[in-house]
């Protein structure tokens, strides 16, 4: 197992280049099932969960290749309609097979994802919606099992706003016969750039980025070239270790439309962040950071994704902050892991009030998902001394090359292996 030694003390600075966006790149693959011609698709990040995604893509009877940050898919001759339960439970995105296979082929078997370390993550909403649409869904043995001739429009009403339920719901809804219209949609960026996407293969697609989607179905769709969009998420993830290590560093490839709140959150709390087309660059050189309080709520409000490195920018800032979890039920496990290295935070319910902590302790703490991870390593940027951060293995399914891109900026982290 590997492990981030991370010595904490640099200031960051320089530039970082970001990478295609995880949450946009793994919709769109899946959505390469409908059709049966080759797509190719730029700027699509080197990350385990979309390793995952191809094995789950070659399963099924594509064939994938890749040149550098270049996919081609071609799901031609796909000829298995069944997601494992070995793969979904590596990746709980593996669920958005379950609208194209169901979509071109009339049927589809994907494994329950199951609940994971932020929460229960139940699949209803998109389940209830495909039934909507007139597939006949089991679920057995773990397993979802699907089948319509051909899934007609639906008028769909979610009752909660969930990403991948949207996308999963847009994919089935392109190939169905007739209109449909999905209410209290996700508006979150992902969902409008899988929107590009089926668009260029010839979906017609009216709404995607407000919370009522339109989608009037085609027989066929044909391939198409895209470039995925920048990752939001690993833009503020860079843009916060920046700002708590008192850095001035500027993300290229970076889209600040998409990071609004984030960024008027970081200039809250101090930061001078200044933005061009492509870049976004945070100086923090002389400047007081500040505590912010942060609510996450779906998009265009403050993301979930987020919340962690913001638990850690209210350690480092002075004042008391105060930041509260709506969207996922257990999304605070980075709390202990952070108290180990000295940090004041009380949690109540879903909420943590944040004190400043004049010096955090380097510590061996344990990462347990995705975002916990990151701030795991932001705290270790700041701490004194060493910090061993456990189970990276969650980092590196959204962050590529992370230890490299922070090293070119100035801190000292190594990949090591766990002693046996
Ligand atoms: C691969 C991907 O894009 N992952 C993102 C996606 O996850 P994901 O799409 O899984 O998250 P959702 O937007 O679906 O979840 C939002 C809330 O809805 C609930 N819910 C969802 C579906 C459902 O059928 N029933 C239900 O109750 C969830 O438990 C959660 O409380 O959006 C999350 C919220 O922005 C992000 O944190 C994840 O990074
Ligand atoms: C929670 C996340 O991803 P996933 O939905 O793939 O678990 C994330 O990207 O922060």
Same mark, same amino acid.
């Given at each position: 197992m590997q492990q981030f030694l991370v010595s904490g003390g640099a200031t960051l600075k320089g530039d970082v280049v970001i990478s295609g966006a995880k949450n946009a790149a !793994?919709? $769109? %693959?899946f959505a390469t099932i409908l059709a049966e011609q080759p797509s190719v698709l730029s700027n699509v990040p080197v990350l385990k969960d979309i390793d995952t995604t191809f094995k789950l893509l070659r399963i099924f009877g594509a064939q994938v290749s890749r040149d550098d940050h270049q996919v081609t898919v071609d799901a031609t001759a796909i000829h298995s309609q069944m997601a494992p339960y070995e793969l979904v439970k590596t990746m709980r995105a593996s669920i958005l097979a379950l609208g194209p296979l169901l979509a071109r082929f009339g049927h589809a078997e994907v494994s329950l994802p199951g609940g994971c370390a932020i929460g229960a993550r139940p699949v209803n909403l998109h389940i209830d919606g495909l039934r909507k649409m007139g597939a006949e869904i089991t679920?057995?043995?773990g397993y979802i099992k699907a089948k319509a001739a051909r899934l007609h429009g639906a008028h769909i009403f979610m009752d909660i706003v969930s990403v991948t339920g949207t996308e999963n719901l847009m994919m089935a809804a392109v190939l169905a016969d007739g209109l449909t219209i999905i209410e209290n949609a996700a508006r979150e960026p992902e969902v409008v750039d899988l929107a590009k996407y089926l668009i260029a293969m010839g979906a017609d697609i009216q709404g995607a980025g407000t919370d009522t989607i339109r989608i009037t179905g085609k027989e066929k769709l044909h391939g198409a070239h895209h470039t995925v969009l920048? &990752? *939001? $998420?690993? #833009? =503020? #993830?860079f843009l916060v270790a920046a700002a708590v290590t008192g850095g001035d560093v500027t993300c290229l490839n970076a889209s600040p439309a998409e990071l609004e709140v984030v960024l008027e959150k %970081? @200039?809250?709390?101090g930061a001078d962040v200044s933005s061009g087309? &492509?870049? $976004? @660059?945070l100086n923090m050189t002389g400047r007081t950071l500040k505590s912010v309080n942060v609510k996450t709520v779906p998009h265009p409000g403050f993301p979930t994704d987020m919340q962690a490195q913001f638990t850690v920018l209210n350690v480092v800032a002075e004042g008391v902050g105060m930041v509260t979890e709506t969207i996922f039920e257990n999304r605070f496990m980075h709390v202990p892991e952070l108290q180990r290295m000295g940090a004041d935070i009380q949690l109540e319910g879903n909420t943590a009030l944040i004190k400043h902590t004049d010096k955090l302790m380097g510590a061996q703490v344990m990462a347990t &998902? !995705? *975002?916990?991870s990151a701030s795991l390593v932001i705290a270790g940027l700041v701490a004194e001394g060493d910090t061993i951060v456990d189970r990276i293995y969650h980092i590196d399914r959204g962050y590529e090359? $992370?230890?490299?891109? %922070?090293? =070119?900026l100035g801190a000292r982290i190594q990949r090591i292996n766990a002693p046996a």
């Open positions: !793994l919709p $769109i %693959l679920v057995e043995a920048p &990752d *939001r $998420i690993e #833009t =503020g #993830t %970081l @200039r809250e709390a087309p &492509d870049w $976004i @660059r &998902d !995705l *975002r916990a090359q $992370i230890e490299h891109k %922070l090293k =070119g």
